[in-house]
């Protein structure tokens, strides 16, 4: 680099304490953070300066998000995981066995950011039970978008690259359920890019351990991220009083306290709607659970910490 200069920049990639940028002319360079405070998830836009002294990129501000998905430490304390996205996309298989538990938590997540989510079956050529078509249809009654298909195969490929056509969106799920398998399905070169990068980056053999995002060819971009155990919403990014469940929302209206809990309080309709199956029985545990795992954290982040992460 002759000259420090400035720019700005998309994030495309972060791996550890780096990032792989995208620069206003289409071109990729690596770079670091300036400082160890700043959290730069993929999918920010970013304000970089070059040092010509050291020959490297700094990223030294993030700029404003639309949206973001948030995840909570073990702290309480706010994580950011993608930024700027329009959708999330929870991918399961039939094998390892879908957890709905962890899907609710994600779809939490997007529903307090204004994030769409959709539901893909993957590997419907192995089959799925019966379970799937009561899940799909208490997740299709909260506004989530869902389909099968195969990754394999090919079977219903094209109706999610339709639904991702005009989307910025983030692939989310267990590891093993397939989600770089769609990726390749939906963008055959991905698996050179991804290559490329660990060469780039001497990180080792991929495994998705980063997130990158790619754009799709048939129009809209993807986020391919790491497959996970487990997920917990960000506390201070959740609406206290439903948690970001919106068929719980719908129903607290009519619980007889204000401050209803939805667990064990006289005259709740959430809890009486789950016991005549006007609920979802599964998503009413669902909550429940999340309702335990938010206490727990709020009790963990402790009084003298910030309401609300910034972001």
């Not at 995840?71 to 991918?91: F, K, T, Y």
């Amino acid at each position: 680099m002759s000259a420090a200069h400035a720019f700005d920049a998309e994030v495309i990639a972060t791996f550890g304490r780096r990032v792989l940028l995208r620069d206003a002319a289409g071109g990729t360079v690596e770079a670091r953070p300036l400082g160890r405070k700043l959290a730069i998830a993929c999918g920010d836009r970013v304000g970089c300066v070059s040092d010509a002294h050291h020959d490297e990129v700094r990223v030294i501000a993030i700029h404003p998000r639309t949206t973001a998905i948030w995840r909570s430490n073990l702290r309480g304390d706010a994580e950011v995981v993608v930024a700027n996205i329009s959708h999330l996309v929870a991918v399961i298989a039939p094998r390892p066995a879908p957890d709905y538990f962890l899907i609710d938590r994600y779809f939490a997540a997007a529903a307090s950011s204004g994030i769409a989510s959709i539901l893909v079956a993957n590997k419907a050529d192995l089959g799925y039970d019966e379970e799937l078509g009561a899940e799909r249809a208490a997740y299709a009654a909260i506004g989530a978008a869902t389909l099968e298909c195969s990754a394999a195969s090919g079977d219903g490929v094209d109706a999610l690259r339709e639904l991702l056509q005009s989307a910025t969106a983030v692939l989310v799920g267990q590891s093993g359920v397939g989600k770089s398998s769609l990726v390749n399905a939906l963008l055959p070169c991905a698996a050179i890019a991804t290559a490329e990068l660990v060469r780039q980056t001497g990180e080792g053999r991929h495994t998705t351990t980063a997130a990158r995002l790619y754009d799709l060819p048939s129009g809209g971009r993807l986020i391919d991220s790491p497959g996970v155990r487990d997920f917990a919403p960000a506390i201070s990014h959740l609406e206290p009083g439903t948690l970001g469940y919106a068929d719980v929302a719908w129903l607290a209206a009519d619980c007889r306290f204000l401050d209803c809990r939805h667990m064990r309080e006289p005259g709740c309709a959430v809890a009486a709607a789950a016991a005549s199956g006007a609920l979802h029985a599964r998503r009413y545990e669902s909550y429940r659970r999340m309702r335990r795992l938010y206490e727990k954290l709020v009790a963990a982040r402790g009084p003298a910490r910030p309401a609300r992460a910034p972001g």
